[in-house]
């Protein structure tokens, strides 16, 4: 029973804080806005451009099949990460509590998105490791695919394991598990005639996706490297255990962002790895629990509440049951009247108009640096060409990109709009542009 009661009170908390009391979120929104267009028919990678594999987005399409709104999206999300947690528990026990004090703390590690799913999904590699199941090595096999699957970036070193302990573990059923979805998502591709849109924009574009990030958190990367300095040191105590190899292989969620929302994530694994490692026998685990969700839940509800009181749930489409304050259901509704079916919205919230006004979202709605693989500059551009009729949304902020403003949208795309087309009209911070014939 108090297991029962406690992994429910888990589920239903990370339903409620995404619900509720985290802030908004621009990787939350793509996953959602990835897993809603393919819900509306839409194919991966030719009628939207996406940098990860297609398994996460297929994943949490599944409840919106059910329901097409971002309540079903949650839902799922907390059962998957409540079930990573339930295995946690089998080998922690009252540890785990540790994992959900972090990200309790790491608000980053509550979106659903598909890096969350891989950090949670680790756990249950580490269970099926330390697990007796007869077919566990080929288990393994499926699961490490399915997390290359996930964001192959990091998924392809759950490999260099293997090659370190190969001795002692049966390789070959294990390359035939990792095999067999790499199988199932080859032949989709093929149905989908998506292949080579799938190789340029996953593989082929993360050079240029990569240079995107060049605001460097230095502090962050102190802390990782004294991280994974101490995380190599006991691992080699422990023998190169293969549970703490995997762990170390998937600090590199880190790179190349080399920011504080990615150190979240290292920071939760490298927490994962202190409970995997450690007894902490001397600490009250539960009582540390329990003070910490109190004091976080009536902060949280204090600050939400008491400077951004609003209406719930909202009108917006698909989106009614995410809280928003009133000042932003006010600003993104009068963003929204400007807005028109034909309009190019270039900023980073452009799938967040999509999704509430139930539209499908194309190459022109993820307009990031690097999203488009290899040259992806010069296939925005081309894409831009193609769409000379519509007009631009550009948010007046983005005019100092050249200079101190940081954002994820591609700089070359933005120099091309403010040389060939002109601004027309006003509409809030944004600028409506059409191009200058």
């Not at 987005?57 to 990573?84: D, R």
């Not at 293997?162 to 790499?182: A, Q, V």
Request: net charge positive.
């Amino acid at each position: 029973m108090k297991k029962i009661l406690f992994f429910t009170f888990v589920f239903i908390f990370i339903i409620l804080f995404n619900l509720f009391l985290v802030p908004n979120n621009m990787d939350e929104l793509w996953n959602y806005g990835f897993s809603l267009a393919i819900r509306m028919g839409e194919i991966p990678y030719n009628d939207f451009n996406m940098v990860v594999p297609p398994f996460y987005p297929l994943l949490m399409s599944i409840p919106l099949f059910i329901y097409k709104n971002y309540l079903s999206f949650v839902i799922f999300h907390s059962l998957l990460v409540t079930i990573s947690l339930y295995y946690a528990y089998k080998m922690y026990g009252d540890r785990t509590s540790l994992l959900v004090i972090t990200f309790m703390f790491l608000l980053n590690c509550i979106y659903p998105t598909y890096n969350t799913f891989f950090i949670f999904f680790i756990i249950i590699l580490i269970y099926l490791e330390k697990s007796s199941l007869k077919n566990k090595d080929l288990l393994i096999g499926l699961l490490i695919s399915i997390l290359f699957l996930t964001k192959q970036s990091i998924g392809i070193v759950l490999l260099i394991p293997w090659l370190i302990k190969c001795k002692s573990i049966n390789l070959k059923k294990r390359i035939i598990g990792f095999i067999i979805p790499l199988f199932i998502c080859l032949t989709y591709l093929l149905i989908n005639n998506n292949l080579y849109n799938f190789i340029d924009q996953c593989f082929l574009g993360l050079i240029d996706f990569s240079g995107n990030y060049k605001s460097i958190d230095y502090l962050c990367v102190f802390l990782f490297i004294l991280i994974l300095i101490f995380s190599i040191i006991i691992c080699i105590k422990k023998k190169l255990d293969i549970n703490n190899l995997y762990i170390i292989m998937s600090y590199i969620i880190f790179i190349p962002t080399f920011d504080a929302l990615h150190f979240q994530y290292a920071f939760f694994l490298f927490v994962l790895f202190l409970i995997n490692n450690f007894e902490f026998k001397k600490i009250n685990i539960k009582l540390i629990f329990i003070c910490l969700f109190i004091g976080i839940t009536v902060i949280s509800i204090y600050k939400r509440y008491n400077s951004y009181i609003g209406v719930y749930p909202n009108n917006f489409n698909n989106l009614n049951t995410k809280y928003y304050p009133s000042n932003g259901i006010k600003y993104i509704s009068s963003v929204n009247e400007c807005i028109k079916d034909d309009y190019i919205i270039f900023d980073e919230t452009a799938y967040l108009y999509r999704i509430i006004n139930n539209q499908k979202v194309t190459y022109l709605d993820l307009v990031n640096h690097g999203n488009l693989g290899f040259n992806s500059s010069k296939k925005f551009i081309k894409e831009l060409k193609k769409n000379k009729d519509r007009k631009i949304f550009v948010r007046d902020s983005i005019n100092d990109i050249t200079n101190n403003y940081y954002t994820q949208l591609d700089r070359d795309v933005y120099l091309y709009i403010i040389k060939h087309y002109k601004v027309v009209d006003k509409c809030m911070n944004f600028s409506i542009y059409e191009f200058d014939k």
